[in-house]
């Protein structure tokens, strides 16, 4: 596709749910991030990945939250047992190599845990 | 840690005018790079302009320009000849060191009246 891709647009889930969030960068990229926007905040970071590697997972806010991304293409973010606080946006971005290439930005997934 | 503060929740501008929105940021870093997104209500993060640490000259990208003053690690943007499609949130951003990912401020809301 021309852009990055997530999908589900709109998730609402019960507490305690299990939910998967999907990520389709663009063809190619070599990085690809998740960040947490909580409402009226700026994003933050969760975790990186290059290629299938996952090499920064710092941002994670607990062990509830799990991403991977097998084939070094398409990325899910998944977080088990959800909880309020867990309501936010969830945005991914792709990148190509190197720290001066740009970062596209998907649309987001709007998590609401009820 | 590096912090990036936008201390102006808020900033108005008439149709044609120009604004200028702040940005400071806090860093032990000497390379880095600094960013403006744009993030209308679709969500779509948007990147505006991207200035690099080691380069002396404001960057500048058609009605958007970047007030960069290193030592005081500040990082303005100012958008000339505002228009009504100019309207989102802007939010600053910075990367640096040896780390990919994108560290974000708060956010401004911009509205552009007509």
């Known amino acids: 596709g021309a852009g990055v891709s997530q999908s589900p647009r709109y998730k609402v889930a019960k507490r305690g749910q299990d939910v998967a969030l999907r990520c389709d960068p663009i063809?190619?990229?070599?990085?690809l991030f998740w960040y947490q926007q909580a409402l009226g905040q700026g994003p933050e970071f969760l975790t990186y990945?290059?290629?299938?590697?996952?090499?920064?997972k710092s941002g994670l806010p607990s062990d509830r939250f799990f991403a991977e991304r097998p084939e070094g293409s398409v990325s899910t973010l998944k977080i088990q047992r959800t909880q309020q606080e867990d309501s936010a946006v969830y945005l991914c971005?792709?990148?190509?190599?190197?720290?001066?290439?740009?970062?596209?930005f998907g649309q987001g997934t709007r998590l609401t845990v009820v | 840690a590096q912090t990036v503060t936008q201390s102006q929740p808020e900033m108005s501008v008439q149709e044609a005018e120009t604004v200028t929105l702040s940005c400071t940021y806090d860093?032990?870093?000497?390379?880095?790079?600094l960013f403006w997104y744009k993030q209308p209500p679709s969500r779509q993060m948007i990147l505006v302009i991207r200035?690099?640490?080691?380069?002396?000259q404001n960057a500048t990208e058609n009605r958007f320009s970047v007030n960069f003053q290193k030592a005081a690690k500040s990082f303005s943007l100012k958008i000339s000849d505002s228009q009504l499609g100019d309207a989102a949130m802007y939010f600053c951003?910075?990367?640096?060191?040896?780390?990919?990912?994108?560290?974000f401020g708060k956010g401004t809301l911009l509205t552009v009246n007509p």
């Open positions: 860093t032990s870093e000497s390379d880095y790079y």
């Open positions: 990945f290059q290629n299938e590697a996952q090499l920064d």
């Open positions: 063809s190619g990229h070599v990085s």
């Open positions: 200035q690099e640490a080691y380069k002396q």
């Open positions: 951003a910075y990367s640096g060191g040896s780390n990919y990912k994108l560290t």
């Open positions: 971005a792709s990148s190509g190599q190197g720290r001066d290439t740009e970062a596209f």
